[in-house]
């Protein structure tokens, strides 16, 4: 298939997982979608939404595809990577949806056999829900996707890739992965972090004060509900950036502390200006 791949393997159908299938589907760029999962009573669910044609618990069986797609969380990917290892043929495209790139891209390339084509890819889609119940053929339409190859990386893989992802509707960014993960930890990690450091010092305060949060709060802290295995393996993988942006924000913490402490209130006000400032020009980011 020229613009798609005749067969697509799915490891791991959650939300990104089945968000693509039901994409690739509706866009005709795929003849068939399998399934893989350690649950098959999850799979036979996904199969009855139509978001895959068929299922397989064998990992042989889920290497018998033009492309293969790891949307697990990032943590078990290698561990995927070693298992498919004797049962990828040459030709094979290998892509991921991950939120880190550095240590991903640098595992997987060592892994996978010579011939098999891995490519780097993170869709800047998603949703605070999990699982193949609340994917969306066009989750990904309008938004970024950051693709991260190498020197060592196929051409024609990254181009098909890429393509694939422009068909479906997003808008394909080219970067290092090591930068990649420097601006994720500030813009989403960090977040994320802040989010669940957010409710858990609210409920150590008084966990009672949770039922009277307001929309501020739940606006601010909808991606506390985010996956914990998920998140648990980004933050690892992330790691160093993580550490080093919380240190930027223990510093700014920090820095309103004392103009509190002080009463400064001036200061407290251009601080919040800045910020609002600033928050504003990303509503204006396309």
């Known amino acids: 298939m020229e613009d798609g791949f005749h067969t697509v393997s799915i490891i791991g159908v959650g939300l990104i997982g089945g ?3 039901l994409a690739l589907k509706k866009k005709s760029l795929t003849d068939e979608i399998i399934g893989y999962g350690k649950s098959e009573e999850r799979l036979k ?34 561990k995927i990577a070693k298992e498919m290892v ?30 098999v084509h891995f490519v780097g890819t993170h869709p800047i889609a998603g949703s605070d829900r999990t699982g193949f119940e609340y994917a969306r053929s066009d989750l990904f339409e309008g938004s970024r996707v950051i693709i991260t190859p190498t020197e060592n990386t196929d051409r024609s893989a990254v181009e098909k890739v890429s393509m694939l992802w422009e068909k479906i509707g997003a808008h394909v960014e080219f970067m290092n992965a090591d930068e990649h993960d420097r601006i994720y930890a500030a813009v989403s990690h960090l977040p ?16 009672n004060f949770i039922k009277y949060a307001g929309s501020g709060f739940k606006s601010s802290t909808r991606i506390a509900k985010s996956s914990p295995e998920i998140w648990a393996d980004i933050f690892a993988m992330n790691n160093e950036n993580i550490l080093q942006c919380l240190e930027v924000f223990s510093k700014k913490l920090e ?32």
């Open 255 to 286: 820095e309103i502390k004392q103009m509190l402490s002080k009463k400064e209130l001036e200061r407290v006000k251009k601080f919040i200006e800045k910020a609002k400032r600033l928050r504003e020009e990303i509503d204006n980011i396309s």
């Open 192 to 207: 994320h972090l802040v989010s669940f450091c957010l409710v858990n010092t609210v409920s150590e305060i008084d966990k």
């Open 45 to 78: 669910k996904a199969l009855a939404a139509g978001i895959i044609d068929r299922f397989t618990t064998s990992i042989e069986d889920a290497c018998k595809a033009e492309a293969i797609v790891l949307a697990t969380p990032a943590g078990v990917f290698e």
């Open 19 to 21: 968000s693509l299938a």
């Open 86 to 115: 004797n049962y990828l043929q040459k030709g094979i495209i290998v892509f991921d949806v991950g939120s880190v790139k550095e240590a991903v891209v640098k595992n997987l390339e060592k892994i996978l056999p010579e011939g």
